[in-house]
T-cell receptor, first 111, second 116 residues
Framework: GQQVMQIPQYQHVQEGEDFTTYCNSS?????IQWYKQRPGGHPVFLIQ?????EVKKQKRLTFQFGEAKKNSSLHITATQTTDVGTYFC???????????FGKGTLLTVNP | GAVVSQHPSWVICKSGTSVKIECRSL??????MFWYRQFPKQSLMLMAT?????????EQGVEKDKFLINHASLTLSTLTVTSAHPEDSSFYIC????????????FGPGTRLTVT
């Protein structure tokens, strides 16, 4: 079945440093989505990438979808303490909108 | 908009009993709802896909007779954990998708189940 690998598992940064998490799917995806889960909370939708090579920005967050639609990345510029949480990528293989989640990257930010 | 609620938010039950968890879309009609399970500090594992008016589709390895799913209306899906055991203790999260949202899943706040 479809597998989605995500690295790193943990990332600790100083406030102001950049952060990147990477996602790789074993199969070509219809689209990929990114979610953020704060400690004790539930996943919150951040963005969806559909097109090959797509790049989208949300303020300090930059999302990329690979040309082969099998990998993706999330980059945060100049992290802030409010960025703390676990970032999940979730791949949609095109089968009834089912998402396969990566294991997530837990980001902690030292003020 | 796009709010999903879950009830209860947490529940403690004894082994052998059954627990029902409700997932409601409050301000939209959810043609499809998903049920996930999340262990501490781990990822979300899809358990089943629930479509209104039809039988749920379970993922491989998920016992359909143990985790009963009913999607009786466009705003409500329920997950019943039958004959619960301590290993069923987990965080259960539902998500809902509307026909108008184009892939985006809206997650409920989750239900923490502890089986003693």
């Amino acid at each position: 079945g479809q597998q989605v690998m995500q690295i790193p598992q943990y990332q600790h940064v100083q406030e102001g440093e950049d952060f990147t998490t990477y996602c790789n799917s074993s199969t070509t995806l219809s689209n990929i989505q990114w979610y953020k889960q704060r400690p004790g909370g539930h996943p919150v939708f951040l963005i969806q990438l559909v097109k090959s090579g797509e790049v989208k920005k949300q303020k300090r967050l930059t999302f990329q979808f690979g040309e082969a639609k099998k990998n993706s990345s999330l980059h945060i510029t100049a992290t802030q303490t409010t960025d703390v949480g676990t970032y999940f990528c979730a791949g949609d293989g095109g089968s009834n909108y089912k998402l396969t989640f990566g294991k997530g990257t837990l980001l902690t930010v030292n003020p | 908009g796009a709010v999903v609620s879950q009830h209860p938010s947490w529940v403690i039950c004894k082994s052998g009993t059954s627990v029902k968890i409700e997932c409601r879309s409050l301000d939209f009609q959810a043609t499809t709802m998903f049920w996930y399970r999340q262990f501490p500090k781990q990822s979300l594992m899809l358990m089943a896909t629930s479509n209104e008016g039809s039988k749920a589709t379970y993922e491989q390895g998920v016992e359909k007779d143990k985790f009963l799913i009913n999607h009786a209306s466009l705003t409500l899906s329920t997950l019943t954990v039958t004959s619960a055991h301590p290993e069923d203790s987990s965080f259960y999260i539902c998500s809902a998708m509307s026909s108008a949202s184009s892939y985006e899943q809206y997650f409920g706040p989750g239900t923490r189940l502890t089986v003693t």
